[in-house]
């Protein structure tokens, strides 16, 4: 599966921190006209070019932002590819494929298998996260009522959850909300049946991809999704005070001249 990565042009990842630098209401330079049905100032498209023409961006800087992308969402050859062709600093690949391994294991339900992986890994994962360690216990369980194992799922809970939800509230919430499945005969359509959609499998994955990144001392969020909301952010509060052209369409970065 090929990655989405937006077209990081320096125009588009300038655009944002010329939103924020312009402190929105700063545009000395700036055409003095303003747009026909309101007070609002008009930038060209000329003009706004111009001013992201002024923002550079290192090319170094890039590369990292779009490495950091690829390797914490788990992109093994795509990384590789991008550090012959970009020069971008060597990675240990090994460690994506290992990670990627866990993470698809929780997500086709295999949450035992997972668990051994995160092991092998670093044991120290589970034994300092207790909320993970649950969270994975909870999404065995589920599985198990997903598959209609009743009595094996009322052992497992009582044996290896309810010690731990009565040393933790939450913990314990948790698991009586869980359990509670077993009361309706068919599972996926009752209130609570959230449970068992893939989403809780994606949830309890995400969180075991972040405690190992986490303990591999890399980030566990990439850095481009927070970018591309801040960029949003500047634009809709730039909105308020200016007519200018925008990037609409994240994929391409191109500007479309809103004054037209």
């Known amino acids: 599966m090929q990655p989405f990565i937006p077209s990081l042009s320096t125009r588009m990842y300038g655009s944002t921190m010329l939103s924020i630098g312009l402190g929105v209401s700063n545009f000395e330079g700036m055409s003095a006209n303003v747009c026909k049905s309101t007070s609002?100032?008009?930038?060209?498209?000329?003009?706004?070019?111009?001013?992201?023409?002024?923002v550079k961006i290192r090319k170094e800087d890039m590369n990292k932002l779009v490495m950091n992308f690829l390797v914490t969402e788990g992109y093994v050859e795509a990384?590789?590819?991008?550090?012959?062709e970009s020069?971008?600093?060597?990675?240990?690949?090994a460690t994506i494929t290992d990670r990627m391994a866990v993470r698809r294991a929780v997500q086709s339900g295999n949450v035992q298998d997972a668990i051994e992986k995160v092991n092998d890994l670093n044991p120290e994962i589970l034994d300092t996260?207790?909320?993970l360690f649950f969270h994975l216990q909870q999404q065995r369980l589920i599985e198990l009522i997903r598959n209609g194992k009743v009595e094996e799922a009322l052992e497992f809970a009582q044996e290896e959850l309810a010690p731990r939800g009565e040393e933790n509230h939450m913990f314990l919430e948790e698991l009586e909300r869980t359990v509670a499945l077993l009361a309706f005969e068919d599972a996926s359509s009752c209130p609570l049946g959230e449970l068992l959609d893939i989403s809780q499998r994606l949830k309890t994955a995400?969180?075991?991809n972040a405690a190992i990144l986490t303990s591999q001392s890399h980030e566990k969020d990439p850095k481009l999704p927070s970018l591309l909301k801040m960029l949003i952010w500047a634009q809709k509060q730039l909105d308020e005070k200016a007519c200018y052209p925008h990037i609409s369409?994240?994929?391409k970065a191109t500007l479309e001249d809103t004054n037209v």
């Not at 990384?79 to 012959?84: D, G, L, N, P, Y």
């Not at 020069?87 to 690949?93: A, C, H, K, P």
Request: hydrophobic share 30%; proline share 3%; charged share 40%.
């Open 87 to 93: 020069g971008t600093e060597q990675i240990d690949l």
């Open 40 to 54: 609002k100032r008009v930038i060209t498209k000329e003009e706004w070019e111009k001013k992201l023409n002024d």
């Open 206 to 208: 995400s969180e075991v």
């Open 79 to 84: 990384a590789e590819r991008f550090h012959i």
């Open 249 to 251: 369409d994240i994929a």
């Open 129 to 131: 996260n207790p909320q």
